[in-house]
């Protein structure tokens, strides 16, 4: 990154419903260590935070005992991160970063697009990276029937194998084979205890 730099970096988190982004995103709120992050997600109820984490409610903004914080998208994104921005200029909360936790069913290419097409975010905010969660158990039935799944895939810089305890090591292998013909430049990760990609979000 040039030293000149001064955009905001962003991580978009992806993956088709069921694969674990909640159990991840709950595991990025409660790390304490590194930067603080702000994470936009669709909906709280659909985030599924963990209460626990929770210190403090401020309208649409919920923020967590580790200092990040989390907010819902209403409406458009650009208002909603232009207002994020402006509660970080005017002090009201503190954040070095921003991850973008989408829907299960969100296609990552029309929000890639937004972040170049809008002047505003373009001159705020730069995509490091797209992270996609993907299901090793339900994974290849969920890419047979569902076209935003291979586009989640497809779009990835950062490929999560979840639930590769459910599965015998030879068919989490073929899936990750099947996966390499989709997106042939992406890093895979295999989570055991530690949540491996944590260096994307700055940690």
């Known amino acids: 990154m040039p030293p000149t730099e001064k955009r905001l970096p962003v991580t978009l988190l992806t993956g088709f419903l069921g694969v674990g982004k909640t159990t991840l995103l709950n595991t990025i709120l409660s790390t304490k260590a590194g930067p603080k992050i702000a994470v936009v997600v669709n909906e709280f109820g659909e985030a599924g935070l963990d209460h626990d984490l929770i210190e403090a409610v401020d309208e649409d903004v919920v923020l967590m005992q580790s200092g990040c914080l989390c907010c819902s998208i209403r409406g458009d994104l650009s208002r909603t991160l232009q207002s994020l921005m402006f509660r970080r200029k005017t002090w009201r909360v503190k954040f070095d970063r921003i991850v973008i936790e989408t829907t ?97 979000f700055g940690g």
């Not at 990276?129 to 810089?157: C, K, N």
């Not at 292998?173 to 530690?194: D, G, I, M, S």
């Open 104 to 200: 299960g069913l969100a296609d990552p290419g029309p929000i890639l697009q937004t972040f170049l097409a809008d002047h505003y975010l373009a001159s705020k905010f730069r995509i490091d990276g797209v992270v996609t969660v993907v299901d090793a158990a339900m994974g290849p039935d969920t890419l047979d029937r569902q076209f935003e799944a291979v586009s989640q895939v497809a779009m990835a810089d950062l490929l999560v194998l979840s639930k590769t305890d459910l599965v015998p090591d030879a068919a989490s292998q073929a899936f990750e084979a099947r996966l390499k013909t989709l997106n042939t430049t992406a890093k895979y990760c295999v989570p055991k205890k530690v949540w491996c990609p944590q260096r994307r």
